[in-house]
């Protein structure tokens, strides 16, 4: 298993461009998300979905669209890019797992894209 | 205000030495806290996972405990090595049993190994 996938792995981009990064898992998870990493801040949650074609806004997702047309792909597409965006992009895949202390929500990140806005 | 409080911000440490990593949170209710590795450039990677029932687990070299009722979690680092340099990420969910809040991250405590 390649288990998350992220590309690229860096991008730098001017202020109004597009951009789609893109996300995969080969796990067959139905909850996929997005996180963004910023300095001396813990991770942020920007979109999730709990399966395919159902997604939902997290904590900070303007200038942001997902969609999940698959179980396997979950692409995060900037609208116009702004340099307020420049920061770390995690996607994450997870599962639900039980044991006799209860159940909880495993999760696996993908290695991380770069992204500069200038 | 951040619910997921880490201290200290950064540390460093003798190859060999233990330290402890604190986490304070104010989520409630409580469901699980985990404890993430996050390698330089790379994702985080869970080293433990505890629910509200548990108040210790060990991970190799790695012991998390757990403290429900003052709100406090601790990582344990014994005998250090090189390859221990990394951020180390307190994440806590809230919800009850039928249902799972958010996940709450903190900042992380950036551990530096050295020689």
């Known amino acids: 298993n390649a288990g998350v996938t992220q590309t690229p792995k860096f991008q730098v981009l001017k202020t109004g461009q597009s951009m789609t990064l893109q996300c995969a898992q080969d796990?067959?998870?139905?909850?996929m998300s997005w996180y963004r990493q910023d300095p001396g801040m813990g991770l942020r949650l920007i979109h999730y979905s709990v399966g395919a074609g159902i997604t939902d806004q997290g904590e900070v997702p303007n200038g942001y669209n997902v969609s999940r047309s698959t179980t396997e792909d979950f692409p995060l597409r900037l609208l116009s890019a702004a340099p307020s965006q420049t920061s770390v992009y995690f996607c994450?895949?997870?599962?639900?797992?039980?044991?006799?202390?209860?159940?909880?929500?495993?999760?696996?990140f993908g290695p991380g894209t770069r992204l500069t806005v200038l | 205000k951040n619910q997921v409080e880490q201290s200290p911000q950064s540390l460093i440490i003798l190859e060999g030495k233990n330290c402890t990593l604190q986490c304070n949170y104010t989520v409630s209710p409580f469901s699980n806290l985990r404890w993430y590795k996050q390698d330089t450039g790379r994702g985080p990677v869970s080293l433990t996972i505890m629910t509200f029932s548990e108040n210790t687990k060990s991970n190799g070299r790695y012991t998390a405990t757990l403290d429900a009722d003052t709100k406090q979690s601790s990582l344990h680092i014994t005998a250090s090595q090189l390859s221990d340099s990394a951020s180390y990420i307190c994440?806590?969910?809230?919800?009850?049993?039928?249902?799972?809040?958010?996940?709450?991250f903190g900042a992380g405590t950036q551990v530096v190994v050295t020689p």
């Open positions: 994450a895949s997870s599962y639900t797992s039980t044991s006799g202390s209860g159940s909880y929500n495993e999760q696996f």
């Open positions: 796990m067959n998870h139905e909850y």
């Open positions: 994440v806590v969910r809230g919800g009850t049993t039928d249902s799972w809040g958010k996940l709450q």
